[in-house]
């Protein structure tokens, strides 16, 4: 009790700055952030065949629209999010400046996911969160089971035959990992828009991320029980939101030691970030990205050569075959990247079919939360995902014709 109370008086004065912080969008989660804006926003749940209450949100119209009858026929897409991340990201700036509100002002039925084990996604038919079986994933289960789960959840709650994909980090590894086993599914995917895309890791350049895992800090969580990870957000993002709000220089330069400089994010926005964002996940699949910062490949959750053969009848874990994804894709990175390093992005691009890859866009100074985060991806990046999505959704005359996928510079 003694050690409570000390915990509660060093918190105290941290409460206090944030309960008089300036922007009001401190701890706004997503549907009081959207609300704030004036746009629709609907909750929504789907059941996992293995059980989990995957938490979503549909933004069905733009702010000009909202009280007006939803025309039929609109296209759809479905956006996920990044690792220790959650569907505020994409909703997390100003409404001419997040891809959410943008795509909905376009004549979008927006769909957001939230992979099991974060903030939105903590429910399950049978297993509570204190238990280790709710914990025994990694993005093998978001590939393979949370993807389909949501495609197929939005596609009959919108009467679409096809929606568009559009995934930022973690958000892209479980579709390259998912459309390429499932051919069925990634036939109802009609264009893969892959921000800061990743599957190969093990160039990665975060030297926080190399030591941590090199020590294997992962691994020693799971051996002393540690099954979650980053998810106890009262206290973190509380501790995160007053450190960034108090020194957001000094916040910004931690965030960029991890995934890379960033020239582009608002630091005066920094306190808003955090006090939503780390949004958790499961210790396994902190072990997972760590198997493949240890080891140069894109493979599944790697058990041990015995427990291998147990679940693949294999020593080695199977790996995933890039060579069937057939899902036209744009590839959106950027040169300042730490995680979704350029080295390891241009293996993903030697893997990928030729017909599959349309276009690969870098932006230079681009690190790897700017695709959500920055200030100016309204201006860089996104016009021309939208060109993209018109074309592959036939809002537009030009046809979505594949060029030679060399990059373009922006």
């Keep these: 009790m003694a050690a409570l ?35 629709p926003i609907e909750r929504h749940y789907a059941e996992t065949p293995d059980g989990y209450i995957l938490g979503m949100f549909r933004m069905p119209a733009g702010k000009m629209d909202r009280d007006k009858q939803l025309p039929k026929g609109k296209p759809v897409v479905y956006l996920n999010h990044a690792l220790l991340d959650s569907s505020w990201a994409f909703v997390c700036n100003g409404e001419e400046q997040s891809l959410g509100f943008i795509l909905a002002d376009a004549g979008y039925d927006v769909w957001f996911g939230n992979n099991r084990g974060n903030v939105y996604s903590l429910n399950h038919t049978i297993y509570d969160t204190d238990s280790a079986e709710f914990w025994n994933f990694s993005y093998d289960e978001m590939a393979l089971i949370d993807l389909p789960t949501h495609i197929e959840y939005v596609l009959a709650a919108t009467g679409a035959s096809k929606l568009s994909y559009i995934g930022h980090s973690q958000g892209t590894i479980q579709a390259f990992a998912g459309f390429a086993m499932n051919q069925t599914l990634a036939a109802k995917v009609n264009l893969f828009l892959a921000m800061a895309p990743v599957t190969y890791v093990h160039l990665q350049e975060s030297v926080l991320m190399k030591l941590g895992f090199f020590f294997r800090f992962d691994k020693s969580m799971r051996l002393f029980g540690l099954n979650q990870f980053l998810t106890d957000k009262s206290r973190i993002t509380q501790l995160g939101a007053w450190l960034c709000q108090k020194t957001p220089d000094f916040c910004d330069s931690l965030v960029s030691d991890i995934v890379g400089p960033s020239k582009h994010l608002n630091a005066s926005r920094m306190a808003v970030y955090t006090s939503q964002t780390p949004a958790g996940t499961s210790t396994k699949n902190m072990v997972h990205w ?35 994804m057939k899902v036209p894709t744009v590839l959106l990175s950027g040169g300042n990247d730490y995680l979704a390093d350029p080295k390891d992005i241009d293996i993903l691009v030697s893997k990928l079919p030729e017909k599959t890859l349309l276009k690969h866009i870098v932006i230079p100074t681009y690190a790897h939360l700017d695709f959500t985060w920055a200030k100016d991806a309204h201006e860089l990046i996104y016009p021309q995902m939208l060109e993209f999505l018109a074309a592959a959704n036939d809002m537009a005359k030009p046809a979505l014709e594949r060029q030679a996928p060399s990059m373009i510079m922006v």
């Design 5 to 39: 109370s000390m915990l509660h008086l060093l918190l105290f004065p941290m409460l206090v700055a944030l309960a008089i912080a300036k922007d009001p969008d401190i701890f706004r989660d997503m549907v009081s952030l959207v609300e704030s804006r004036g746009y």
């Design 290 to 324: 760590g198997q493949g910062i240890r080891k140069e490949g894109f493979q599944m959750y790697d058990y041990g050569v015995e427990r291998n053969m147990e679940y693949y009848h294999q020593k080695e874990p199977p790996t995933y075959p890039l060579e069937e």
